[in-house]
């Protein structure tokens, strides 16, 4: 199974911040996924990235694929309250399934 | 549309009990299937897959047991449920077939398994 870490674990900002979370690993990925999820609901598609070097845009939410395509981070511009959540990334491991990394619970405070 | 739906939301059982979840994907045919297991609001721990009517993949040894008697019906199992069973459980479908995993998982709402 290629592991994926995710940092920070936890992090609390005020709404206006900026913020960067991070998704590495050791292995190359054919893509990567990131997903948002409220307490007590399932996780929801965020993006799909799959070209080393990609960037894609969601409103204030800025998604890059690292070159080797072994990482990959989140950007949010002016974090509201709504992006309160935990974000995770997952890859495709050596089967059909995703592999999940355990995520970072993001607090945003009025 | 397709839409997935998976009870009970939550679920209290004693140590000892048995246990059936249930999930079902309406709107697309021959789905994949998984099942997660969530601690604590953490990452996901991927259970159960399938890929097709009576096809069940393990991930994990554990107490629970999957089957899959539908297409589009997936059900996770205990004969006797253990306090290291607690947690969040979400089933999730996606497009079978290799690209997949470009299209993403959609997930149920899951359910809140507390084993007392």
């Known amino acids: 199974t290629q592991l994926l870490e995710q940092s920070p674990q936890f992090l609390s900002i005020q709404e206006g911040e900026n913020l960067t979370v991070y998704c590495n690993s050791s292995?190359?990925?054919?893509?990567l996924q990131w997903y948002r999820q409220e307490p007590g609901e399932g996780p929801v598609l965020l993006v799909t990235?799959?070209?080393?070097?990609e960037v894609k845009k969601l409103k204030r939410l800025t998604f890059q694929f690292g070159d080797a395509r072994k990482d990959s981070s989140l950007h949010i511009t002016a974090a509201q309250p709504g992006d309160t959540g935990l974000y995770l990334c997952?890859?495709?491991?050596?089967?059909?399934?995703?592999?999940f990394g355990k995520g970072t619970s993001l607090l945003v405070t009025p | 549309s397709q839409t997935i739906h998976q009870w009970p939301a939550t679920l209290v059982q004693p140590v000892g009990s048995p246990l059936s979840l249930e999930c079902t994907v309406e709107?697309?045919?021959?789905?994949?299937l998984y099942w997660y297991r969530q601690a604590a609001g953490r990452g996901l721990q991927l259970l159960f897959y399938?890929?097709?009517?009576?096809?069940i993949s393990s991930e994990v040894p554990q107490n629970l047991s999957a089957s899959r008697p539908q297409d589009r019906q997936f059900i996770l199992s205990s004969k006797k449920l253990l306090l290291s069973d607690s947690g969040f459980y979400l089933c999730?479908?996606?497009?079978?077939?290799?690209?997949?995993?470009?299209?993403?998982?959609?997930f149920g709402s899951g359910t809140r398994l507390t084993v007392v």
């Open positions: 292995s190359v990925f054919s893509s």
């Open positions: 999730a479908w996606s497009v079978g077939g290799g690209a997949d995993h470009l299209r993403g998982y959609t």
């Open positions: 399938s890929v097709g009517i009576g096809q």
């Open positions: 709107g697309t045919s021959n789905p994949n």
């Open positions: 997952a890859g495709l491991n050596s089967g059909y399934a995703l592999n």
């Open positions: 990235v799959v070209t080393g070097g």
